[in-house]
């Protein structure tokens, strides 16, 4: 599943959301578009190395199906 974060002010996607883990224990890390170098079917290719990668920060993101079931 593809995830973005949105910026609405500008209304522009500024990370796209990494996904790691398993079902009890996911994170979301946010990827700056900046960094994305190429995009095709089956990749992303990034101007990151691995362990930058790792170090990206994880933060708490509210998913669009969560404003669905607290409405």
Do not use: C, Y
């Amino acid at each position: 599943m593809d995830e973005f974060l949105i910026d609405r002010e500008i209304e522009r996607m500024t990370h796209r959301v990494l996904r790691e883990g398993h079902l009890w224990g996911q994170k979301d890390g946010l990827i700056p578009v900046s960094e994305v170098e190429q995009i095709n079917e089956e990749r992303i290719d990034l101007d990151l190395t691995k362990a930058e990668v790792s170090a990206l920060p994880t933060i708490p993101v509210r998913h669009w199906h969560e404003d669905l079931q607290e409405g």
